[in-house]
Antibody
Framework: EVQLVESGGGLVQPGGSLRLSCAAS????????MTWVRQAPGKGLEWLSY????????FYTDSVKGRFTISRDNAKNSLYLQMNSLRAEDTAVYYC????????????WGQGSLVTVSS | QPVVTQEPSLTVSPGGTVTLTCDSS?????????TYWFQQKPGQAPRTLIY???NKHSWTPARFSGSLLGGKAALTLSGAQPEDEAEYYC?????????FGGGTKLTVL
């Protein structure tokens, strides 16, 4: 059974940093590209970042470019999102998603991790 | 950054048919946008219903279908069930950027 479990969320002050993890199980992690998506409270979904199965290429949405870094450790079956210079508007539930073996995205989703940026 | 627009809300009667649409600010939606459709219920993670405009996953109920309609992407629900009440999001692919629509709140009433 495919499982994606996000962790590392919590309360952080504006300007601070946080690292989210997404632990994958039930499949060969190194075979799949991955994606991060977030959802602010009461708002819609926002695509954040993509990483291929090998680690490159990588893409970011403009609002996080230069502040967030996606990475993966295929030996540890884990995906990461390093978030720096956090702002109040980064407050959201952060989801990781596994893409398909082919070209499709978002085949499976994690349950999300809440990040709250507040003083 | 492209803007992707959906109807904010729609209502369908049980057993009825409804079409949700997804429009792009850059022009007509085509197969090259590889449209995705997601269903999200309160307190839950999204679930992918449709990928690459028309393709279904094994868990996608047969009553859902994806298409292109009049320059927009469309999700048609035929024979609505009470459990289909949810928020629906589309997602479009552009050149090295990807954008969600704002979502459609579907009420089955």
């Amino acid at each position: 059974e495919v499982q994606l479990v996000e962790s590392g969320g919590g309360l952080v002050q504006p300007g601070g940093s946080l690292r989210l993890s997404c632990a994958a199980s039930g499949f060969t992690f190194s075979d799949y590209s991955m994606t991060w998506v977030r959802q602010a409270p009461g708002k819609g979904l926002e695509w954040l970042s993509y990483i291929s199965s090998s680690g490159t290429p990588i893409f970011y949405t403009d609002s996080v470019k230069g502040r967030f870094t996606i990475s993966r450790d295929n030996a540890k079956n884990s995906l990461y999102l390093q978030m720096n210079s956090l702002r109040a508007e980064d407050t959201a539930v952060y989801y990781c998603a596994r893409n398909c073996r082919g070209t499709c995205w978002f085949e499976y989703w994690g349950q999300g991790s809440l990040v709250t940026v507040s003083s | 950054q492209p803007v992707v627009t959906q109807e904010p809300s729609l209502t369908v009667s049980p057993g009825g048919t409804v079409t949700l649409t997804c429009d792009s600010s850059t022009g007509p939606v085509t197969s090259g946008h590889y449209t995705y459709w997601f269903q999200q219920k309160p307190g839950q993670a999204p679930r992918t219903l449709i990928y690459d405009t028309t393709n279904k996953h094994s868990w996608t109920p047969a009553r859902f279908s994806g298409s292109l309609l009049g320059g927009k992407a469309a999700l048609t629900l035929s024979g609505a069930q009470p459990e289909d009440e949810a928020e629906y999001y589309c997602f479009l692919s552009y050149s090295a950027t990807w954008v969600f629509g704002g979502g459609t709140k579907l009420t089955v009433l």
